[in-house]
């Protein structure tokens, strides 16, 4: 099942015009996969509500749409949307995953899971504010992370009313995607993280 669900995501088109501001890149395929899969057995996607923060072309809600989750991406790019409306069309789940133009901020709605691969820059606390949020609507995150920002997730789940259940090292080969990448494709490393609520 994995497999043939990183070949459909595989599909999923990127930025046309991506925006360094917003830090974005597009999400591996078999990264996604990889989390989407273990959302899956441990039963956080199937049936449930879904959110996607920062949800950009729509690989992480394409792929849960793909595993019958009920999912909303949330994303404050307009061209973004525009890409995963069309990515979504693409691979047959246009009527299963709703895109809403809004900042992560004003997302009031509570889910079962989310999944984001937010802005980790090691200069911001952006990636914390999208934590900070998931773990406030949700019972379940899986979130793809800089290793630097380790530490402090640590720290912040630790104050907060979740737990961590897994943290996983992955190395993702990104294409270049600015034109200062000069490089064919970078090998990065990255974490991927699992919180749960506590009871």
């Given at each position: 099942?994995?497999s043939?669900?990183?070949?459909?995501?595989s599909k999923?088109k990127?930025?046309d015009?991506p925006?360094?501001?917003?830090?974005?890149?597009?999400?591996?395929?078999?990264?996604?996969?990889?989390m989407?899969h273990?959302a899956y057995?441990?039963?956080?996607?199937?049936g449930?509500?879904?959110?996607?923060?920062?949800?950009?072309?729509?690989i992480?809600?394409?792929?849960?749409a793909?595993?019958?989750?009920e999912?909303?991406?949330?994303e404050?790019?307009?061209e973004?949307?525009?890409i995963?409306?069309?990515?979504?069309?693409?691979?047959?789940?246009?009527?299963?995953?709703?895109f809403?133009?809004?900042?992560?901020?004003?997302?009031e709605?509570?889910?079962?899971?989310?999944?984001?691969?937010?802005?980790?820059?090691?200069?911001?606390?952006?990636?914390?504010?999208?934590?900070?949020?998931?773990?406030?609507?949700?019972?379940?995150v899986?979130?793809?992370s800089?290793?630097?920002?380790?530490?402090?997730?640590?720290?912040?789940?630790k104050?907060?009313?979740?737990?961590?259940?897994?943290?996983?090292?992955?190395?993702?080969?990104?294409?270049?995607?600015?034109?200062?990448?000069?490089?064919?494709?970078?090998?990065?490393?990255?974490?991927?993280?699992?919180?749960?609520?506590?009871d």
């Open positions: 099942m994995k043939e669900l990183s070949r459909e995501l999923i990127g930025f015009n925006k360094i501001s917003l830090e974005q890149y597009i999400t591996p395929p078999q990264l996604a996969a990889d989407l273990t057995m441990n039963n956080d996607i199937e449930r509500k879904i959110a996607d923060l920062g949800s950009g072309t729509g992480f809600s394409i792929g849960a793909l595993l019958n989750g999912v909303t991406g949330f404050k790019d307009q973004a949307i525009k995963a409306e069309e990515n979504a069309e693409n691979l047959r789940v246009g009527n299963a995953v709703e809403k133009k809004i900042d992560i901020e004003n997302v709605e509570t889910f079962n899971t989310v999944f984001m691969n937010p802005p980790f820059s090691v200069h911001t606390d952006s990636g914390i504010s999208f934590l900070r949020k998931a773990v406030n609507i949700s019972d379940n899986y979130t793809v800089h290793p630097n920002a380790r530490q402090a997730i640590k720290d912040f789940v104050k907060s009313n979740h737990r961590i259940t897994a943290i996983e090292d992955y190395e993702i080969i990104l294409p270049p995607t600015y034109g200062f990448h000069t490089e064919e494709g970078r090998k990065t490393k990255v974490d991927v993280i699992i919180t749960r609520k506590e």
